[in-house]
């Protein structure tokens, strides 16, 4: 069974950067699959941040493009997410997900449980 | 991007009975890439359906998808008491892939 668990500070100040980290377990990211961050603002709708792949190819929101740096690192099966200057409209719960497709156009078939990350001084 | 407007945002229904949601996209959805998620309080969104109509692993046949081009719906059969949650469409065929507003489903 796939499982995925998001990791970080539930706490950033803003200006500065947050810092996501999603472990996989029960699949290798080297075998294939995008992988990606969807966000949530308390109360509203779903986001997506943007997604890779194990080679390192990324497609990401263009409304997050400056911000956001995606990584993956194979050897330890996680993936990261790193959004810069945040606001506090950037508090939100992030997930992680895995890309169902296995094409860069996907839907995400497996979740993380989220996490809260509030963004305030 | 491709705007998504689910409706009705709020849907009052009781055990038994059948649910229609609708997404519309402003422009068609490549290839029908669209997919359905359910959502509970505190919880993360669960994979319902995907290219439309396809089910996803797990998911009873009580829920199914149809539609193309811009008017999608999801349809529960027989609603039962844990399928009240809210529902989030979400258009894959063209980047950025966006999401619906949602529809909350609630006991009537």
């Known amino acids: 069974q796939v499982q995925l668990q998001e990791s970080g500070p539930g706490l950033v100040k803003p200006s500065e950067t947050l810092s996501l980290t999603c472990a996989v377990s029960?699949?290798?990211?080297?075998?294939?699959?995008?992988w990606g961050w969807i966000r949530q603002p308390p109360g509203k709708g779903l986001e997506w941040i943007g997604s890779i792949y194990h080679s390192g190819s990324i497609y990401s929101n263009p409304s997050l493009r400056s911000r956001v740096t995606i990584s993956v690192d194979t050897s330890k099966n996680q993936f990261s997410l790193k959004l810069s200057s945040v606001t506090a409209a950037d508090t939100a719960v992030y997930y992680c997900?895995?890309?169902?497709?296995?094409?860069?156009?996907?839907?995400?078939?497996?979740w993380g449980q989220g996490t809260l990350v509030t963004v305030s001084s | 991007e491709i705007v998504l407007t689910q409706s009705p945002g709020t849907l009052s229904l009781s055990p038994g009975e059948r649910a229609t949601l609708s997404c519309r996209a402003s422009q068609s959805v490549s290839s029908n890439y669209l997919a359905w998620y359910q959502q509970k309080p505190g919880q993360a969104p669960r994979l319902l359906i995907y290219g439309a109509s396809s089910r996803a692993t797990g998911i009873p046949d009580r829920f199914s998808g149809s539609g193309s081009g811009t008017d999608f719906t999801l349809t529960i059969s027989r609603l039962e008491p844990e399928d009240f949650a809210v529902y989030y469409c979400q258009q894959y065929g063209s980047s950025p892939q966006t999401f619906g507003q949602g529809t909350k489903l609630e006991i009537k």
């Open positions: 997900a895995r890309g169902g497709s296995g094409s860069y156009r996907h839907y995400f078939d497996y």
């Open positions: 029960g699949y290798s990211i080297s075998s294939g699959f995008y």
